[in-house]
């Protein structure tokens, strides 16, 4: 079996694999990082999204070899030491969330997302591509449409994602 290093979190992990081993199987089962979730396992939900050097993936859909040596965020990362992420303290202050399922793969992208946004990337609701997007409602709606919550905190969501774009 092929070994591969896993850079999660500020630390390496290396772990022996099979070359058919999702990211997020690995992550959880061989990493015991369970926070990142297991919805559809097929790239239509969004629970498994992580970081990887700093861009959102759906770990379901990655192979755990294709990432030795990248540097991978999972929920259990995003914090600073006990300080949680702004993007944390916003999901609870607007009840970003019902079950929680859906959340850490949400604020997992939603801090690429802003990113993205910060670089000057268009989405498929933005007017002109040539220009910079404002961050409108309807302009985080679609770059979250990737992440579904079967709770339909998409409001919270949406009110969490604002607060901390307008900071
Ligand atoms: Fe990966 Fe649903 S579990 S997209
Ligand atoms: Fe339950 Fe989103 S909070 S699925």
Partial sequence: MPEVRLHVNGTVRTIEVEPRVSLLDALRERLGLTGTKKGCDQGACGACTVLVDGERICSCLALAVQYDGREITTIEGVADGDRPHPLQTAFIRHDGFQCGYCT????CSAIAMLAE???????????????????TDEEIRERMS????????YNG?????REVAAR
């Fill in 146 to 153: 990737g992440n579904l919550c079967r709770c339909g905190a």
């Fill in 104 to 107: 850490p793969g949400q604020i």
């Fill in 117 to 135: 946004h910060a670089a000057g990337m268009p989405s498929a609701v933005t007017e002109d591509p040539a220009e910079a997007p404002e961050l």
């Fill in 157 to 161: 969501v949406l009110d969490a994602i």
